[in-house]
């Protein structure tokens, strides 16, 4: 995947990928998340799909709105790199040094989904698994991932694996699907 791609990646991503089956983590306010794992388009294993896909869009809202997204995207130099996403949100590690393990995690909804003042791109100081064990135990909370003050806190927040019938639905596509 970091051939293609063209940068290395975190070894927390990598050892996230390697320990955990694809699933979603559940967090304990907002909508899950699910860690981009390598598609399969046309019978092969495709790394880049999801990432392109991310990518696009969030270029495509800083085209129209520039204040809004204050980092290169990927594969400017130093640009946001995806790595997970929620039904109405995606997640990118915000490159701020050439270290990949120090990279940081910014929240987007692409401006797409937006909710009042919420921000278009929203900020964490720490890394993908970091990020992922504080969403799900409630130490912090994404206005991005959760935009409703007043929603109740889940009861059970964690990992849910899916099943096989599950991630080919999500992740097999042909040529033609997007």
């Known amino acids: 995947m970091e051939d293609e791609l063209g940068s290395p990646l975190p070894v927390d991503y990598k050892e996230l990928l390697r ?16 860690v981009h794992a390598p598609m399969v388009v046309n019978g092969k294993i495709d790394y880049l799909r999801q990432f392109t896909t991310e990518v696009e869009e969030l270029s495509d809202w800083r085209d129209l709105h520039p204040e809004d997204v204050r980092h290169p995207i990927h594969p400017e ?5 995806p790595w997970a996403r ?21 929240v987007s909804s692409g401006g797409i989904w937006r909710y ?3 921000p278009v791109v929203e900020e964490f100081d720490c890394g993908a698994v970091e990020f992922l064990t504080k969403v ?7 206005r991005v991932l959760a935009p409703d003050e007043n929603e109740s806190p889940r009861t059970s ?3 849910s694996p899916l099943s096989a019938e599950e991630w080919a639905s ?3 596509k042909n040529s033609t699907e997007s």
């Open 19 to 34: 320990n955990f089956p694809p699933g979603v983590f559940i967090p304990h306010w907002g909508t899950s998340i699910i």
């Open 116 to 118: 009042d003042d919420e």
């Open 77 to 81: 130099p130093g640009g946001l790199i």
């Open 86 to 106: 929620s039904d109405r949100a995606c997640l990118f590690w915000v490159r701020n040094s050439p270290r990949p393990d120090d990279w940081t995690v910014a």
């Open 170 to 172: 999500i992740s097999v």
């Open 157 to 159: 927040p964690g990992f």
């Open 136 to 142: 799900t135990s409630g130490a912090i909370r994404s």
